[in-house]
């Protein structure tokens, strides 16, 4: 059965189209990226999950994203660039994308619908650690349901359904997001 998820067109880092469906039975960790963030140091945990799950069927997806403070500014070409010489980065990457405003992705408007609210005890806190932040600009954080900052994550089941999504200061390698994506893998 098609899964709308796996339909919707992407391209890889390099420029070639695509979509998620070459990715289908497996599990996927979907995250917006940035190489300018205050947790661009989540690269690090994303490319360890991604080392220790893959044979198991875990793929880890980067979509760069400029869309909270201009934190990702690089070229695609940049980025690639960045991931592999600063963390490793091994996982596949796409091509920078929005996840937010009104030239949103149509995946990131799908991720959005099919899981509306994201998991993290310190959510609220973190919001208003950005509020603060983004004070400073006249900015303010997105509203629920929208992604809140780079680092967002959502954890799709091997059916091409969302399982899960979690806050950006949730760092990969957290144990609730090591056991969604260990429960995801047993199924």
């Not at 967002?152 to 990969?172: H, M, Q, T, W, Y």
């Amino acid at each position: 059965m098609s899964t709308p998820i796996y339909d919707i067109p992407v391209q890889t880092i390099t420029g070639e189209p695509t979509s998620l469906g070459a990715y289908r039975g497996k599990v996927l960790l979907v995250v917006n990226v940035a190489s300018q963030c205050g947790l661009t140091k989540q690269y690090d945990a994303l490319e360890k999950l991604y080392a220790q799950y893959k044979d198991q069927g875990l793929v880890v997806t980067g979509f760069p994203a400029n869309d909270f403070g201009a934190q990702e500014p690089g070229s695609n070409e940049e980025i690639a660039t960045f991931c592999r010489s600063s963390f490793g980065v091994d996982f596949p990457m796409f091509s920078k994308i929005a996840v937010t405003g009104p030239e949103i992705h149509p995946l990131y408007s799908a991720l959005i619908a099919a899981e509306p609210k994201a998991t993290g005890e310190t959510r609220e806190a973190f919001r208003t650690k950005l509020a603060g932040f983004l004070g400073k600009t006249g900015a303010t954080p997105n509203p629920e349901p929208g992604i809140l900052w780079n680092f967002e994550k959502f954890l799709i089941g091997r059916d091409g359904n969302v399982i899960a999504r979690f806050s950006p200061e949730i760092a990969p390698d957290d144990p609730a997001i090591v056991a969604a994506i260990q429960t995801a893998l047993a199924q």
